[in-house]
């Protein structure tokens, strides 16, 4: 079985291009002729593994978005699925992305319905795009569904984009710090104390504090940083284990200036993600089984599943969320509750996520603000403690002098 590139001509001469598996360009013909085609010429390939082993994996949502927002807009235009992806396959600058798509051009061509093809590639698109797809081929209105997934996605990647880039600064800091530190006590600090000890008076504590720290990276330096490397390894391992996951997430949320912001965040991505599936024509009780495998948290994850049963048993969702005040505002819980009273569910959570993506906004906005003059302080303390440990014992040799 040979991997083909052809080139053929529908009923009414438009030319189409695709990839198709025959045994030779006879077999070919005749499959194409199955689908109303005829072959113009074709070009047999070997996939080549090896450059799959180079090929990146992984599909960022800027690419998703737009592949969403962009096959949206040519099925509106009565371009047909097969065109619309291979077009799309052409456009994206990820290899492994048009890889993907080619792969689901092929499925569409076959008759295989578009969400079950994307369920594929669950790296790709996760259930909750797969579940949305779905919904809208079935009722026919997948135009639509994927201009409202195109801007979930869209307020998925600001939301956490704000998040990792106000976060970002605050980490180069304190890791440069931390860095020019090593480098100081293994390569000038050594060179310093050879000075101070050969004087014969008794060190400050701060200089023997410092002076045992820089013997230890320089003696056992290797060590050390061996038995952090490991430690990071297995913490991160522990950490995507049920347990150290759901350890790791629960701490988290009680960190006072972390904790809140991780709140606010997955409230807006729940209460955002189960509005656009409900106004996708998904019932709420799928919604919540899909939102459910969406949140990063696990005490948000769980708390999703958990209402998903009892709401499938007939209890209201603001009834069910009361019961995790912790992880819920009030504020939260009294919108979705005249929501469920009005019949506008979907309208109130969009409202909450909107207050809720704002609320993160404007605390990344302030951020720098806040954290600008805790770092000053921190690396004042620093360079404080290195001058008190450098500038007493000097006194004391210039006394001997």
Known sequence: ??????????????????????????????????????????????????IQFFVRKKVGLVDKMLFTRNLAVMLRSGLPFSRSLAILSEQTKSKYFAEVLKGIQVDVEKGTQLADSMAKYPKVFDNLFVSMVRVGDTGGNLEEVLGTLSLQIKKDHELTGKVKGAMMYPAIVICAM??????????????????????????????????????????????????????????????????????????????PAIGPVLMKVNVARFCRTVSSMISSG?????????????LGNYAYSASAKDACIKVQKGLNLSEVISEYGTLYPSMMIHMIEVGEETGSVETTMKQVAEYYEEEVDQFTSNLSSVIEPILMLVMGGAVGVFAIALIQPMYSVMETV
């Open 1 to 50: 079985m040979a991997n083909f590139l052809y080139k053929a001509r529908n009923s009414i001469s438009e030319v189409q291009t695709g990839q198709l598996k025959a045994e030779n360009r006879t077999e070919l013909a005749a499959l194409l002729k199955q689908k109303k085609l005829t072959l113009i010429s074709a070009q047999e390939f070997k996939e080549k593994k090896e």
């Open 178 to 255: 931390v860095l020019i530190g090593v480098i100081m006590m293994i390569f000038v600090f050594p060179k310093l104390m050879g000075m101070f000890t050969e004087s014969g008076k008794e060190l400050p504590l701060a200089t023997r504090s410092l002076m045992f720290v820089s013997d230890a990276l320089v003696d056992y330096g290797l060590y050390i940083f061996g038995v952090l490397a490991i430690f990071i390894y297995f913490f991160l391992k522990s950490i995507k284990t049920p347990i150290g996951k759901k350890n790791f997430d629960s701490f988290m949320l009680k960190i």
């Open 282 to 294: 998904v019932s709420i009780v799928q919604a919540l089984d899909t939102v459910s495998g969406t």
